[in-house]
Nanobody
Framework: QVQLVESGGGLVQPGGSLRLSCAAS????????MGWYRQAPGKERELVAA???????NYLDSVKGRFAISRDNTKNTVYLQMNSLKPEDTAVYYC?????????????WGQGTQVTVSS
């Protein structure tokens, strides 16, 4: 069973920085694609950033140049460094893992961590 536990959310002023962490249990981390999603009140959940097991990354256009996703396979942990935060980045951020076993795709979600950008 895969469990994802996020940490690092909080309240920050506009222009500030936060680093989110997601620790994964189970033995799938090294071959899973890891992603960070967010959901603001009244809006759909959206993919913010993802990183494959090979280190390839992709980002939501509105966070390019401000956010950076990385992973440490020795610690089964994925990070999201968020800089130059804006009020519109306020949302609950969720960690996601996706992996394939033979021809079946699986995924797991963390419980979410609140990020609030406000003065």
């Amino acid at each position: 069973q895969v469990q994802l536990v996020e940490s690092g959310g909080g309240l920050v002023q506009p222009g500030g920085s936060l680093r989110l962490s997601c620790a994964a249990s189970g033995n799938i981390f090294s071959f899973a694609t890891m992603g960070w999603y967010r959901q603001a009140p009244g809006k759909e959940r959206e993919l913010v950033a993802a990183i494959t097991n090979g280190g390839r990354t992709n980002y939501l256009d509105s966070v390019k140049g401000r956010f950076a996703i990385s992973r440490d396979n020795t610690k089964n942990t994925v990070y999201l460094q968020m800089n130059s935060l804006k009020p519109e980045d306020t949302a609950v951020y969720y960690c996601n893992a996706r992996w394939v076993v033979i021809v079946s795709e699986y995924d797991a979600w963390g419980q979410g961590t609140q990020v609030t950008v406000s003065s």
